[in-house]
């Protein structure tokens, strides 16, 4: 049977992923799934730069606004809703296009998803406190001494990774870098083009920052004063994520608000960084340079593709 074809178009925050894959969607008739852990959220939309409803009435996009901020998410379950989306639009022969930069629901989709052991309540409880009164860094420390390899590839900010690390070994004995390199990640249910974006880092930097300002003064404080008026808790996973964690924080009087928004420029440039380290590491990335000059090159290598 002939596998699914999907184009991943891919890249760190504010490169233009979501414009591009827009605009190859138009170009080829397809229709665009989103592989961003936020873009999930509803009411989440200025600070996840979630596509507008009105480029959402020009091409179908998929795995937005599926959830309320208090309900989890995970690389498993997008798994299984994105590969039941692409299958669908195989069958109506509609072109995929994944746009998103989260990089292990990419891994996830394309290469399959290690499957340890489930959640242990208790001992994660002890570790979000921990992480919370000590900091990632001191839990990042302790999965260097039982699994150097993991910690290496985890940031020590990573603290839903490193939790994870430490839980699938306190419950197994056996580093999670060890039971990944057993799965492999060898699965390949789709033919799969990877297109990424490429910047100048003080192009990139400076993009990022503009984009926080017009964030801000698109109205992203209200917003997040409006989910908290709602109950939503400032802990959940949702509002952890970068920038409506330190809005919140400015909201509770912890810091004024040019505070928040230094700490929301320097913790996505941080966030960019990591995101271009991990994809970098994908030899099947074909990089083209963020630009209007790139698109005609861009269309092209997707024509061959889908031809």
Not at 56 to 61: E, F, G, Q, V
Not at 178 to 205: A, C, M, R, W
Not at 228 to 256: F, M, T
Not at 273 to 285: H, L, N, S, V, Y
Request: aromatic share 8%.
């Amino acid at each position: 049977m002939e596998k699914p074809k999907i184009i991943a178009v891919v890249g760190p925050t504010g490169s233009g992923k979501t414009s591009l894959a827009l605009k190859l969607a138009m170009s080829f008739q397809g229709e665009i799934i989103s592989a961003d852990s936020v873009q999930v959220y509803r009411g989440l939309d200025i600070g996840t730069a979630k596509p507008s409803l009105e480029e959402r009435r020009l091409i179908p996009h998929h795995l937005i606004d599926i959830l309320d901020p208090d309900q989890d998410y995970s690389a498993a379950l997008f798994r299984t809703q994105a590969d039941e989306i692409i299958r669908g639009l195989h069958k109506r022969q509609t072109p995929v296009f994944v746009a998103g930069g989260t990089g292990l629901y990419l891994k996830a989709l394309t290469r399959g998803l290690f499957h340890g052991p489930a959640s242990n309540s208790k001992l994660r409880t002890i570790l979000n406190k921990q992480a919370e009164t000590e900091g990632s860094e001191y839990l990042h420390c302790q999965l260097k001494n039982i699994d150097p390899q993991a910690a290496s590839r985890i940031h020590p900010r990573d603290a839903l990774r490193i939790i994870r690390a430490i839980e699938v070994y306190a419950q197994c004995n056996q580093p999670i870098s060890s039971l990944q390199g057993d799965h492999g990640f060898q699965e390949k249910p789709y033919e799969v083009l990877k297109i990424g974006l490429t910047l100048e880092k003080n192009e990139l930097y400076r993009r990022i920052e503009a984009r926080t300002e017009e964030m801000i003064k698109k109205g992203w404080v209200e917003e997040v004063r409006s989910l908290l008026h709602k109950g939503y808790h400032p802990r959940l996973k949702s509002l952890q994520s970068i920038g409506y964690k330190q809005i919140a924080s400015y909201l509770s009087g912890e810091v004024n608000l040019p505070e928040a928004v230094d700490l929301i420029k320097r913790d996505t440039r941080h966030y960019a960084k990591r995101q271009i380290t991990w994809f970098k590491a994908d030899a099947e990335i074909n990089w083209f340079t963020a630009s209007p000059e790139s698109l005609p090159m861009t269309k092209k290598r997707v024509e061959e593709f889908l031809e």
